[in-house]
């Protein structure tokens, strides 16, 4: 799915936002510090800010998961002043400060304007997300960073504590594919998914990744895949099987099932706990089909590793020249079930 489709699927400040977050390349994690604290300060509604204001909870953002996981792939060239070096040295004294040390936040202010605040909106291939989220202006001396009416409407949005939940989910995923040894195997090799905890997880090691459900809910724009309702953090979650995994159960016993591994993420979808309770074992209607292709399809527009874990699921699958393999997977799936 291009950017473009999936923006399609529900034109929205909202979805350009999950663009940048779930769809931009990833060298460093810079453009997700820069989300969270855009994600703080907007909830205020001040719609004008110091880049040094936004700067603090930046690098107070980076550094505690500096102290946690790589924020650059592994084998990275990192210079003394670059800033993920000095953002890894100040961590201890930043922390004990509990806010960044005049160092940090000094290569925090002169860095943003040239590095992640001009590759925010930005996805692969050379576009751009449909919305902006801020503009900078005023002096170099006196930075100025103007958010949007759109970074606004995001931030107070009733989807906001989920937004920032899926930011998060997708940093974790990023920092493992960063890891020696647990990224290649991430990138290889996919996600696992650990039904004890509802966690991804790395498959050689069997180490938590993110939560199923937040690595997942934004490729469906935040929807119950059932009804197609909004998923608000407060309700009850389930992580359905959209073909249920009964039915490896039931054909086991009359020549075995045909079909792929339904216990696996191509057909995981979070929805509304009554919603999934009320499905029950039933199989899954055409809107949700089509719900799940639409999904699926986004998050093979995703960098690794969801969407290495997808490549492996269609396998063999015959690729066709005109569109995307989803649709005809799920119909072959279906006919598995008659």
């Known amino acids: 799915m291009t950017a473009d489709a999936f923006f399609s699927a529900e034109p929205s400040a909202r979805a350009s936002w999950r663009l940048a977050i779930l769809m931009g390349a990833n ?3 810079y453009k997700f510090a820069l989300g969270d604290a855009l994600l703080e300060h907007a909830a205020h509604g001040h719609p004008e800010i110091l880049l040094s204001e936004l700067a603090a909870p930046y690098a107070m ?4 998961h500096v102290a946690q996981a790589p924020q650059a792939p592994e084998g990275t060239s990192i210079g003394e002043s670059d800033f993920l070096a000095v953002a890894t040295a100040e961590s201890e004294e930043t922390q004990r400060l509990s806010r960044p040390t005049d160092r940090l936040l ?8 040239a590095m992640v605040m001009q590759k925010f909106h930005n996805l692969r291939g050379g576009s751009e997300v449909p919305h902006r989220f801020y503009e900078l202006a005023g002096s170099p001396r006196q930075r100025v960073v103007r958010l949007t009416p759109d970074l606004l409407q995001v931030a107070r949005s009733e989807q906001a504590a989920g937004l ?11 920092e493992c594919s960063f890891a020696a040894g647990i990224g290649r ?3 290889e090799e ?7 905890s509802l966690k991804l997880t790395d498959k050689r090691r069997r180490r938590p990744v993110t939560g199923v459900a937040d690595a997942l809910i934004g490729f469906q724009h935040g929807r119950c895949l059932i009804c197609d309702t909004v998923l608000d953090l407060a309700d009850a979650v389930a992580v359905d099987h959209v073909f249920p995994y009964s039915l490896m159960q039931r054909y086991a016993s009359v020549g075995g ?8 993420l191509w057909n995981l979808a979070p929805a509304h706990e009554a919603c999934n309770s009320t499905k029950s074992d039933r199989l899954p209607r055409a809107g ?23 490549e492996l699921a269609l396998g063999q699958a015959p690729r066709h020249r005109h569109g995307d393999p989803w649709p005809d997977f799920l119909r072959e799936v279906q006919k598995c079930c008659s």
């Not at 996919?190 to 004890?196: F, I």
């Not at 799940?292 to 995703?302: C, D, F, K, T, V």
Request: no cysteine.
């Open 106 to 113: 000094e290569a925090a202010i002169k860095s943003m304007p």
């Open 190 to 196: 996919g996600v696992g998914v650990d039904w004890a």
């Open 257 to 264: 099932w045909r079909g792929p591994d339904l216990d696996v």
């Open 288 to 310: 949700e089909l089509e719900r799940l292709a639409r999904r699926n399809i986004a998050i093979m527009g995703s960098p690794h590793p969801l969407r290495k874990t997808l």
């Open 164 to 174: 920032r939940a899926e930011l998060v989910a997708r940093w974790s995923i990023v």
């Open 185 to 187: 195997a991430l990138i």
């Open 27 to 29: 060298s460093r994690t």
């Open 61 to 64: 953002s980076l550094v505690a």
